[in-house]
């Protein structure tokens, strides 16, 4: 019995101890969690917020900073799960604001009826007479219903997104034409050949009539700095521009330049003085514009004091000497206690757009606009649906004969990362023109012209890309200096496949305990998360793409080829062409062939109304940071460095 009990002892002491091992290692997650969202860095607090609910799902605390860092990320119905479940178990009495705030987010859903009923019972229950929640909950709960009637009366137009050449699963913002060329802001990696050199948000340019993608002028896009929000003057010899710099969590401190277009270049680019960019403030989205019985204009968004909170639409004269005067407010009509952004000054019409999350609409922002008339504006008037949605609508813009408008939102249906309404798209419209009643539609719908069944495959299809596929060293077909190949990607890669107990061999030869199992490790991620990945994302495609074209969708495939750093750029140049060639004979021989017929080549054009068109640019050796030491073979040829520069990408979809 003695000897009964002394186990009975250890095992229960072993019980605790392993107990509070996995407790104080769950506490961990929580510090982590708190520091990174201390840093602003929200995406990785949500993570460490979620392995800790994993253990322990029922601590509130917990959830309601799941719950806030799903919401600041737009991750909504991630939010709307959480903050349900925190009001589940907490009924608002130690977190009041979870009400209000998953009203916010239903409402950011569509989920209109809900949202109203926690809004008004956020108004009866937890109001402090004055303060934000309170007037905003009131305002949402009127603009709720608003919402509802208003969906049923969509505008007489139809919104497109724009293709994958620009939208991509990071953000794309702020579009501005002139010329035919398509300017937009974007924090997409796809043209980043040294990340040290190019900072995180760049300016692009697209031309629209060849769809060429470029970086834009270096003057625009400045290293270490988030560059954006562009807009020319009339006659396109100025431009004015945005340049951020963060500044703590969740903030970033931006402030408005200058250059002028003169001898087919651009000048240095200068910072507006202090009267713009008033010192310790934001100063952003500028728009130059043509004010009647004013003249030139600078409309600017900014938190500076003396506005109605937050971030207020301001404006300042540009004398014909060049000198800015003082700026002022726009006032209680068009500026509130919440965010109003992304001014856009119509000329002709006299009419100002802007976006703001006070204002009755849809949700999120949405894109109002005011006219001005004897030196005052208009109220504020919503564009309507499908121009909003319940989702962020911003950015708006219009071309020079206002034939074509612009916008940027993360509505369903925009490309994402790593969840649904993450990121921002550029959208389009044409000819806008009066509010006409047509045929009710649900608020989910876009107003297109083909079956939804096959537009919602297209979409499918294009939240694939970029799409990355992966080569062994000097594959396909080695030490040639052919452009072809008979290899389909299908055979490469199972040939890769089989190389995984070689390449551990290689890559952790000489090395002992830890070292050794730390890199026999990353060989694992190595297939795992990249080249058996992206052969599942490649069979993906395919299905996708096999379902469409018999339906007559055009289909233009961009890709890209990479290479190490091994050889020559010739044998490099010619090293992707076969691999891109590998890719297109697995299309060809996909399912025994049935892509065949649609695919267009030099010798062949299909007489399908369906067809597959493939481009490919800039191939050739990859500005990686792998070895290109031959006799090092374990970091040139097996490291993941050197194995994750062997590769190719589709990087754009197209379709019509």
């Known amino acids: 019995m003695r000897y009964l009990h002394i186990c009975f002892l250890v095992f229960f002491s072993l019980l605790v101890n392993s107990f509070n091992a996995a407790c104080q290692n769950n506490e961990r997650y929580i510090k982590e969690g708190d520091k990174y969202s201390a840093l602003g860095d929200i995406y990785n607090a949500s993570l460490n917020y979620a392995s800790y609910l994993k253990e322990d799902s029922l601590n509130k605390e917990v959830l309601y900073k799941y719950a806030e860092c799903s919401r600041l990320l737009n991750d909504y119905t991630k939010a709307k799960e959480t903050y349900s479940k925190l009001y589940k178990r907490d009924r608002g009495i130690s977190f009041p604001e979870c009400i209000f705030w998953l009203a916010m987010v239903q409402k950011n859903l569509g989920e209109y009826d809900e949202a109203k009923q926690l809004f008004e019972k956020y108004n009866k229950r937890f109001k402090k007479k004055g303060t934000y929640t309170a007037l905003k909950s009131q305002l949402e709960a009127d603009a709720c219903d608003w919402a509802i009637k208003a969906q049923k009366t969509p505008a007489n137009i139809r919104v497109y997104q724009l293709d994958s050449i620009v939208n991509s699963s990071f953000s794309e913002f702020a579009p501005v034409e002139r010329d035919c060329t398509l300017y937009f802001s974007s924090s997409k990696e796809v043209l980043k050949k040294n990340k040290k050199s190019l900072p995180h948000t760049s300016i692009y340019q697209i031309n629209l009539s060849g769809n060429l993608l470029v970086p834009a002028d270096s003057v625009f896009n400045a290293p270490g700095v988030n560059s954006g929000n562009l807009s020319f003057s009339k006659d396109g010899t100025t431009a004015y521009f945005t340049r951020c710099v963060s500044i703590g969590p969740l903030e970033n401190r931006c402030a408005i330049y200058v250059t002028n277009y003169s001898n087919g270049k651009w000048s240095a680019a200068k910072r507006l003085n202090d009267t713009i960019n008033q010192p310790n403030y934001s100063s952003t989205h500028p728009c130059i514009a043509q004010v009647d019985s004013v003249g030139t204009v600078l409309y600017f968004s900014s938190n500076r004091k003396g506005g109605e909170g937050k971030m207020d639409l301001w404006a300042c004269k540009l004398s014909p000497s060049g000198v800015f005067g003082i700026p002022y407010n726009l006032g209680k009509l068009v500026n509130s206690m919440d965010n109003e952004i992304s001014p856009w000054f119509d000329n002709e019409s006299q009419t100002l757009y802007f976006s703001s999350e006070w204002h009755k609409g849809f949700g999120g922002f949405d894109i109002f606009k005011c006219k001005r008339a004897n030196r005052i504006y208009t109220s504020p008037e919503n564009l309507g649906y499908p121009i909003n949605s319940s989702f962020n609508d911003l950015y708006f813009s219009s071309n020079s004969n206002n034939s074509t408008s612009y916008f940027s939102s993360n509505r369903e249906g925009s490309y994402f990362d790593t969840f649904q ?161 590998c890719l297109r004979n697995y299309f060809a021989n996909y399912k025994n062939g049935e892509l065949t017929k649609y695919i267009i080549t030099p010798e062949y054009t299909p007489n399908t109304k369906g067809t597959i068109e493939f481009t490919e640019v800039e191939i050739g050796e990859i500005n990686s940071n792998e070895s290109d030491d031959l006799q090092n073979t374990r970091l040139s040829i097996y490291s993941p460095q050197a194995a994750l520069a062997r590769k190719i990408k589709i990087i754009a979809v197209s379709s019509k």
């Open 421 to 581: 309404s993450c990121c921002n798209d550029i959208y389009t419209f044409k000819d806008v023109p009066k509010l006409i009643p047509v045929k009710p539609v649900t608020i989910s719908a876009v107003v297109q012209t083909k079956k939804d069944t096959v537009l919602k495959i297209v979409n499918e299809l294009k939240l694939l890309v970029p799409l990355t596929l992966y080569f062994d060293n000097d594959e396909p077909d080695s030490k040639t200096m052919s452009v072809t190949t008979a290899k389909t990607y299908a055979s490469t890669f199972n040939e890769y496949l089989k190389l995984i107990e070689p390449y551990k061999s290689q890559y952790t030869k000489g090395l002992r305990g830890e070292q050794k199992a730390d890199a026999a490790a990353e060989i694992e991620a190595l297939f795992t998360d990249s080249i058996e990945f992206g052969m599942q994302q490649l069979e993906k495609f395919s299905e996708l793409l096999s379902r469409i074209v018999p339906e007559g969708e055009q289909v233009k495939i961009t890709l890209k080829g990479y290479c190490s750093a091994l050889a020559s750029t010739d044998y490099n140049k010619n090293l992707a062409r076969r691999r891109i060639a």
